[in-house]
């Protein structure tokens, strides 16, 4: 099979493409990764055929990245002034990759590119779509927490405030998709059902690729959903098959206890603010050793000298770097919350946006996180959670049983043969 995999991103969204594009390489079909230009440095090295997609993303670009996190307008912001203005450059790209040089077998499309189902319905070519989050789904059974109205999140069990939720998001979003429906319009396409809840997903097969622990199957969801495990991929960007701690870091890891480590994932810390600085301070307060991911935006780096107990790394591959640690204070992207998942590892979570305040309900429900909010970070509000969660065992003990229930999960095998599966049934008969 010719298999087109697309989204438009950050790390954390396309990482799991990679990992799939790998296994899929590896039984013999062949992947081809429609991303961002950026990411032609990530992908090239692996041998696996690259196009490139626009819009582009700019890593340096932290104006745009902390608009696209406000909790109040980000969502809106990422999408009506950075993914509309260019959609029909994003889906002139899509066709080229989709149909040339050879005509693709399948797509996998992830949610944020609104040009893949057009795609797909111009060229009559079969598509799974993909998601990272239960709170892609919006279910009323299980209602998300919606950023700019956390409170409401505290009513989650009743169905009639999931409908409501619902209602709410859906008035407010009412006019998002226009540039959607005028491009289907001059495409001959009828209007369709509304790109940012239903149409984004596949009639086909819908890859939900997140561990049961985060969320199950709800009567809403939409049909043909395969939950099948996260799907990772961590290697550093600069050394794609490579997966090693910075020589400083292993140092520090093996001259003393287990340290907290505070990140905030590959997009976040584009508006880290000062969060590094007020981190530092928290583990001076609460006497721990502690690593700061602080990224490439030497903006990041804490004023002043730091003690031994501190280490700085712009960057670590989590996959070798939680297992080792105490404790992890994040941002609760998906990718973020399934590394300290599979590592063990207890967490403090500050959510920016987007599904991470979410993730990070689903986790305090799952008694493995606490959850602090962006205006209560403080260093000594943050040491007094780090000296009570570091002082529970019950929080290591469960912790540690999420990350054996999802050493039984293997969600790049699963989504892999559900890939195959699709692409057989809806092979033409000779």
């Not at 799907?231 to 997966?243: E, L, Q, R, V």
């Not at 600085?277 to 002043?304: C, T």
């Not at 107990?309 to 640690?325: D, H, Q």
């Amino acid at each position: 099979m010719r298999i087109i995999l697309s989204n438009i991103g950050t790390f954390g969204d396309i990482n799991p493409l990679v990992a799939i594009a790998l296994e899929l390489k590896r039984r013999g079909h062949t992947p081809v990764m429609a991303l961002p230009a950026v990411y032609t440095t990530k992908v090239a090295p692996l041998g696996i055929e690259f196009h490139a997609l626009r819009p582009d993303i700019d890593p340096t670009n932290t104006l745009l990245v902390e608009m696209i996190y406000d909790v109040n307008k980000g969502t809106e912001t990422g999408l009506r002034k950075f993914l509309f203005p260019v959609l029909r450059e994003t889906y002139g790209d899509l066709l080229d990759a989709a149909t040339k040089p050879a005509r693709a077998d399948l797509m996998l499309l992830g949610e944020l590119n609104y040009a893949g189902p057009l795609v797909a319905e111009v060229t009559g070519i079969p598509w799974a779509s993909y998601v990272l989050a239960p709170f892609s789904f919006f279910s009323v059974y299980d209602p998300p927490v919606l950023p700019p109205y956390p409170r409401l999140a505290r009513a989650d069990k009743l169905v009639g405030m999931g409908r409501a939720m619902r209602r709410l998001a859906q008035f407010v979003t009412r006019k998002w998709p226009e540039p959607i429906y005028e491009l289907r319009r001059e495409l001959g396409l009828p209007m369709g059902a509304n790109p940012i809840f239903e149409a984004k997903h596949s009639p086909d097969l819908v890859l939900a690729l997140f561990s049961r622990l985060l969320g199950v199957e709800q009567k809403d969801w939409p049909p043909h959903v395969s939950i099948t495990g996260f799907c990772f991929y961590d290697a550093d960007p600069n050394a794609p098959h490579a997966i090693a701690l910075p020589v400083q870091l292993e140092q520090f890891l093996a001259a003393g206890e287990p340290p907290v480590v505070f990140t905030l994932g590959s997009a976040a810390v584009l508006a880290a603010g000062d969060f590094y600085e007020q981190s530092a301070r928290a583990a001076l307060r609460a006497g721990v050793r502690a690593v700061l991911l602080i990224g490439a935006d030497a903006r990041n780096r804490p004023r002043g000298a730091l003690p031994d107990s501190i280490c700085v790394a712009e960057y670590a591959p989590y996959s070798a770097l939680f297992p080792r640690t105490s404790l992890v204070v994040h941002q609760g992207g998906v990718g973020t919350t399934a590394q300290c998942l599979r590592a063990g590892r207890p967490m403090l979570v500050m959510p920016y946006s987007h599904d991470q305040p979410d993730n990070a309900r689903r986790m305090k429900r799952l008694g493995v996180a606490r959850v602090i909010q962006r205006a209560e970070y403080k260093p000594w509000r943050v040491a007094r959670h780090l000296r009570a969660m570091l002082a529970q065992p019950e929080c290591e003990r469960r912790a540690q049983a999420a990350a054996q229930a999802m050493a039984r999960e293997d969600g790049v095998k699963a989504a892999c043969d559900a890939l195959e599966r699709l692409c057989r049934r809806r092979a033409p008969v000779a």
